[in-house]
Antibody
Framework: EVQLVESGGGLVQPGESLSLSCAASGFNFRSYWMHWVRQVPGKGLVWVSRINEDGRITNHADSVKGRFTISRDNAKNTLYLQMNSLRGEDTAVYYC??????????WGQGTLVTVSS | DIVMTQSPLSLSVSPGEPASISCRSGQSLLHSDGHTFFDWYLQKPGQSPRLLIYWGSNRASGVPDRFSGSESGTEFTLKISRVEADDVGVYYCMQALETPYTFGQGTKLEIK
């Protein structure tokens, strides 16, 4: 069974940093692109970042470019999102998602990030 | 960015009745490999989103055949032949042709 388990969310102040992790199991993690998608509670889905199989290719939404970095450790079957210079508008549930060839096939349960003073 | 426009934004349907949701993309989503990079997702209350339809019309694993997807150019339609109580939630369309991947605003389906 495919499992994606996010961790690392919490309450931080504006300008601070936070690192999210996503532990993957039940599939060949190193063979898939991976994504982060976020959702403000009660609002819609917003794509954040993606990374290719070996970690050499990454893309980020303009709203997080230069502040967020997606990375992965295939030996640990883990996806990461380093979030710096956090803003109030980054408050959201962050989902770790596997890519099954241009489609977001498996989603984690999400981890809530709250940016507030 | 490719804009995805869904309609309606809310829908109330009686059990056993059909339902239809539309999504329009701002440009063609046809990839050079011949696939249309367009998906439908359902987020049930309190849950993470789940893939329903990919490449415009292919049902994901485990999705009942009551759900079907179709496309005509940049217009996409999700149809539920007979709505059940378990179908409640918010339906999102999404394009995966290019980054940033973009979602529609979501359509909330309720049962009458």
């Amino acid at each position: 069974e495919v499992q994606l388990v996010e961790s690392g969310g919490g309450l931080v102040q504006p300008g601070e940093s936070l690192s999210l992790s996503c532990a993957a199991s039940g599939f060949n993690f190193r063979s898939y692109w991976m994504h982060w998608v976020r959702q403000v509670p009660g609002k819609g889905l917003v794509w954040v970042s993606r990374i290719n199989e070996d970690g050499r290719i990454t893309n980020h939404a303009d709203s997080v470019k230069g502040r967020f970095t997606i990375s992965r450790d295939n030996a640990k079957n883990t996806l990461y999102l380093q979030m710096n210079s956090l803003r109030g508008e980054d408050t959201a549930v962050y989902y770790c998602v596997s890519d099954l060839g241009g489609r977001l096939g498996n989603w984690g349960q999400g981890t809530l990030v709250t940016v507030s003073s | 960015d490719i804009v995805m426009t869904q309609s309606p934004l809310s829908l109330s349907v009686s059990p056993g009745e059909p339902a239809s949701i539309s999504c329009r993309s701002g440009q063609s989503l046809l990839h050079s490999d011949g696939h249309t990079f367009f998906d439908w997702y359902l987020q049930k209350p309190g849950q993470s989103p789940r893939l329903l339809i990919y490449w415009g019309s292919n049902r994901a694993s485990g999705v009942p055949d009551r759900f079907s997807g179709s496309e005509s150019g940049t217009e996409f339609t999700l149809k539920i032949s007979r709505v059940e109580a378990d179908d409640v939630g918010v339906y999102y369309c999404m394009q995966a042709l290019e980054t940033p991947y973009t979602f529609g605003q979501g359509t909330k389906l309720e049962i009458k």
